[in-house]
């Protein structure tokens, strides 16, 4: 079946750093999202993206690269607040079901 | 933004009793999600629906029933709760068409003692 990859799956970052989370798939994209998570907490989305092209949001921006069949979320100058969890999760196809990754565990510190 | 409720928010029951899950989207949107996650396994698909009276299996069916009653309304019962099914269970939906965003619920937290 279909497999989304997530790494690192723990990142310690000082407040301020840059940070980048991987995703993989193996098998075509029709649409990918980012959501973070605190412990226990609602899924809340970051990013959306109907295709492989670049999104933006704030200190967010989501990449691909759809020859590697992998993308990317760049978190810039990270805040103590950005801890928790962050997931991917990709579409294979407009009736197909979205296949998660185990996410990626960020913690920032001072 | 989409807005998807559940209720309870939190629900403690002894193993072989009923509980029912109640999920809620207010934005006309055809497909319905339940999950669960658990540490060690991220989030699992039970069932979805994609519309009133529709039901899918998902990859974890087994203990669970699903009912869409209406548009809006989906439903998650566990006719004799057992103490695997301790989960954080979430609701979702997502509009028909091409690669439409999904939006989750806050979460039922469900102990089985």
């Known amino acids: 079946g279909q497999q989304v990859q997530q790494s690192p799956a723990s990142l310690v970052l000082q407040e301020g750093e840059n940070a980048e989370l991987q995703c993989t798939y193996s098998?075509?994209?029709?649409?990918m999202q980012w959501f973070y998570q605190r412990p226990g907490g609602r899924l809340v989305s970051l990013l959306y993206s109907p295709s492989w092209a670049e999104q933006r949001g704030g200190r967010l921006t989501s990449s691909a690269a759809s020859n590697e069949s992998r993308s990317s979320l760049h978190i810039s100058s990270s805040q103590i607040t950005d801890s928790g969890t962050y997931l991917c999760a990709m579409r294979a196809s407009s009736f197909s079901k979205l296949v998660f990754g185990q996410g990626t565990s960020l913690s920032v510190v001072p | 933004e989409a807005a998807v409720t559940q209720s309870p928010r939190n629900k403690v029951t002894v193993t072989g009793g009923n509980v029912t899950l109640s999920c809620r989207q207010t934005?006309?949107?055809?497909?319905m999600y339940w999950y669960r996650q658990d540490t060690g396994h991220g989030l699992r698909l039970i069932h979805y629906?994609?519309?009133?009276?529709n039901l899918q299996i998902g990859d974890v069916p087994d203990g669970y029933k699903a009912t869409r009653t209406t548009q809006e309304d989906f439903f998650l019962l566990l006719e004799l709760a057992s103490p695997s099914q301790t989960s954080l269970y979430f609701c979702a939906s997502r509009d028909w068409g091409e690669g439409a965003e999904q939006f989750f619920g806050p979460g039922t937290r469900l102990t089985v003692l």
């Open positions: 098998t075509t994209l029709n649409s």
């Open positions: 629906s994609y519309g009133a009276g």
């Open positions: 934005n006309s949107h055809n497909y």
